[in-house]
Each structure stands twice: as structure tokens, then as C-alpha cells.
């Protein structure tokens, strides 16, 4: 297993994917992708739960038209694009900053 990348006062943690919810968009066939501030990169959302998917992405204004559920986590990680990075249970702080956790793919790891 490739030893994840380091980022200073963050452990890595495990996070199962099994189950997480992805924010779909009918028009472009495809899960929703979203970008951050800095990043050319996209990012694609995971969450445990429906009510922070539509409160997470409606302060973002995104419209989500279906939400599809994670069976098999090897199969869909193994589906990605290698530029796209997987992060899950996003949310906003009282200061109005985002924290999520990043899925670290083989891709990633070894960068």
C-alpha cells in the first residue's frame, strides 16, 4: 500500500465509502463536479447523509437532479478519472471556510 501524503497536524483516518451518496446531474450524465479556490483539478462530493448533500450544495446553488449510492468502493474509485479527487461529508464552518475529508486514491498517494 502507497503511504499517503503528508499534510501537516492531519492524521489520515479511514473512511468507507460503502454507501455514500453522490449528487448526480442528468444533463451531463455524470456525478456533479465541483472546483475549489486554487485548483484547476476537480473534485467530486461523497455524503452520508441527504440532508447535507441538499444543504451543503444548495448554499452552493447547485442543483442536483438525482443522488446515486456507492455499492462497491474498489469499482467506483477504479471508475474515476485520475485527476479527479474524492472528497466526502463536506461542510462549512462558522467562519465560512470548507472542511471535508479527501479520499487518498493510489493516484494521489503517489504523487
Known amino acids: 500500500m502507497n503511504e499517503p501524503y503528508p499534510v501537516p ?46 444543504v451543503f450544495l444548495g448554499l452552493l446553488g447547485v442543483r442536483v437532479d438525482r443522488i446515486k449510492r456507492v455499492d462497491d468502493p474498489v469499482d467506483f474509485l477504479s471508475s474515476l478519472h485520475p485527476s479527479i479527487h474524492v472528497i466526502v461529508d463536506p461542510y462549512f464552518t462558522l467562519e465560512g471556510k470548507v472542511r471535508f475529508h479527501e479520499v487518498l486514491t493510489p493516484t494521489i498517494s503517489e504523487a
Request: charged fraction near 30%; aromatic fraction near 6%; charge should be negative.
Open 9 to 54: 497536524g492531519v492524521e489520515p483516518q479511514d473512511v468507507s465509502l460503502a454507501g455514500k451518496l453522490i449528487p448526480w446531474d442528468d444533463e451531463e450524465n455524470q456525478p456533479i463536479l465541483l472546483r475549489v479556490p486554487d485548483s484547476e483539478e476537480p473534485y467530486l462530493v461523497l455524503f452520508s447523509g441527504v440532508e447535507s448533500l441538499r
